[in-house]
């Protein structure tokens, strides 16, 4: 994380947000910039695996890979979104690794730290640093004696999985970007996702590498999804802007005359029981429905 107010765009804020939505239903604590020390340097994200057990079946269902495969009980994360690996970002991220087992009190391996990048870094790139050894796709560990402590994970090229879905948004690749939200249609409920999260999401989803610059902060990307959802909406037919949502959910925001209109009598009370029905009745008016229905 960038410690410069001028430099901070703090995406580490939307992404781990978005992995506490994710995560923290299946019982994986996410914590957004843990402090590292008493004082600053806060690190982006911390996650904590509960100790002396495995990942259960449901975690694994929604961590990425080079975490799912990861048995220390304190994972670190420095995120980067608009740039890619450098010796920058390597120092501020072993200076993390250190610091926050010095203040813990914790060994080597009780903390794995990973440096997450939005853009894909290329083989001249990576291979200063070591991170010449694929893991698993788009996860890298580097021989060398100081970034061997620290795992490359590029967002970019991850496996096309559903637990690798979430990350995978972040990515800046398009087609990436738009093959994780159908992965995550598919496995999650998102109609669940925090507010404040849908339009930046949306952004992403939007926006290109081309767009990606130090510059771009994740509430200019929020406006942009606010911009393309509605764009995006007008073209719907009346059935499709309903599909994803729950039957309560269809009628936010309308009066109570207006959720019946275009239905035929009849149709209003499909599954209402005989007592929901006459709601609101007073019982002359059912005694005077009774007598017409005898005389009919």
Known sequence: MEESELEKTDWHLPFGESLQWDLSPVGVPVL????????????????????ETHWTAEQLERLPDGIRQCTAPYLLIEFKYTQSLSDKAMLQTLAYDYFYKQSQ???????QTFL??????????RKPYGYDNMLYPGVYHSQHQLEKRIQLISLNELADKPYNAVFKLFATHQKEKQKAFELLKQSR???????????????????????????MTP??????????????????????????????????????????????????????????????????????????????
């Open 32 to 51: 957004p910039e843990t402090l590292v020390m008493i004082k600053t340097p806060r690190v982006d994200i911390l996650i904590i695996r509960q100790q």
């Open 116 to 125: 997450v990048t939005g853009m894909k870094p290329q083989q001249d790139t």
């Open 105 to 111: 009190k914790l060994k080597d391996e009780q903390v």
């Open 219 to 296: 509430e200019r990307v929020r406006e942009v999804g606010k911009i393309w959802g509605k764009a995006y909406l007008s073209g719907l037919t009346p059935e499709e802007r309903f599909i994803g949502l729950k039957p309560e959910e269809r009628f936010i925001g309308l009066k109570p005359e207006e959720r019946f209109i275009g239905l035929n009598p009849e149709e209003r009370f499909i599954g209402l029981k005989p007592e929901e029905r006459l709601a609101g009745l007073s019982v002359e008016e059912i005694e005077a429905y009774l007598k017409q229905q005898k005389q009919d």
């Open 189 to 215: 409920d998102i109609s669940s996702l925090p507010k404040e999260l849908k339009p930046l999401l949306l952004g992403l989803l939007y926006i290109g590498e081309q767009d990606m610059t130090p510059e």
